[in-house]
């Protein structure tokens, strides 16, 4: 079992909906969490940063965090087409080896 | 230039070639990274340079090679390549390095083709 699971899409939707994306993950000890965002050609680029349970909100982004379920959630409202992009989540421990995680990413599509 | 830069963007190489990617960054971190991506599979981490010491080898074959003569430069040199070895290779930087909240900033990352 990978230590982190992401769905690799491809996911389309037309502009304007609301789009989910998540990771499950199995080690308990990730505290912090994140997901990144990479068009095409492009290195991946910190989107949201989020501690530990709970929500974030940035403009059209909302991260989400349930640690007793081991899933991550990133909400994208009013999606754009300049909104397609491979979405990484990623997540590290607080103690022990506090190296990033990958998930393998979830390429999204936004069709205008 | 600003932000993390890497060159060549695409390398094709034979495998009795040997070649060096070189990464730059430009934002005072002290902490660098190689990174691995192939398709459908997650970021591999392969090295972790912190104030130009390596503080990480994630069991990479030795036909890759690191080195990182000062913190603002890292080096990937690469001799003896096996075909499963084309990816994306991705530099990062990160202003602390080996801390969990060190955001990482990446660079665009250089095709390596091998034949």
């Known amino acids: 079992q990978k230590e982190v699971e992401q769905d690799p899409g491809p996911l389309s939707v037309p502009e304007g909906a609301i789009v989910s994306l998540n990771c499950t993950y199995s080690?308990?000890?990730?505290?912090?969490f994140m997901w990144y965002r990479q068009y095409s050609r492009k290195g991946p680029e910190l989107l949201m940063y989020t501690y530990s349970s709970g929500n974030k909100e940035d403009g059209r982004f909302t991260a989400q965090v349930d640690k007793s379920s081991k899933y991550i959630s990133l909400f994208i409202r009013d999606s754009q087409p300049s909104d397609s992009a491979t979405y990484l989540c990623?997540?590290?421990?607080?103690?022990?080896?506090?190296?990033?995680?990958f998930g393998s990413g979830t390429r999204l599509q936004v069709q205008p | 230039e600003t932000g993390v830069t890497q060159t060549p963007r695409h390398l094709v190489m034979g495998m009795t070639n040997k070649k060096s990617l070189k990464c730059e960054q430009h934002l005072g971190h002290n902490a660098m990274y190689w990174y691995k991506q192939s398709a459908k599979k997650p970021l591999e981490l392969m090295f972790v340079y912190n104030f130009k010491e390596q503080t990480e080898n994630n069991s990479v074959p030795s036909r890759f090679s690191p080195e990182c003569p000062n913190s603002s430069h890292l080096f990937l040199h690469l001799h003896t390549l096996q075909p499963e070895d084309s990816a994306l290779y991705l530099c990062a930087s990160s202003p602390r390095g080996g801390t969990s909240t060190d955001t990482q900033y990446f660079g665009p990352g250089t095709r390596l083709t091998v034949l």
């Open positions: 080690n308990s000890a990730f505290q912090y």
């Open positions: 990623a997540m590290s421990a607080n103690t022990g080896r506090r190296a990033l995680t």
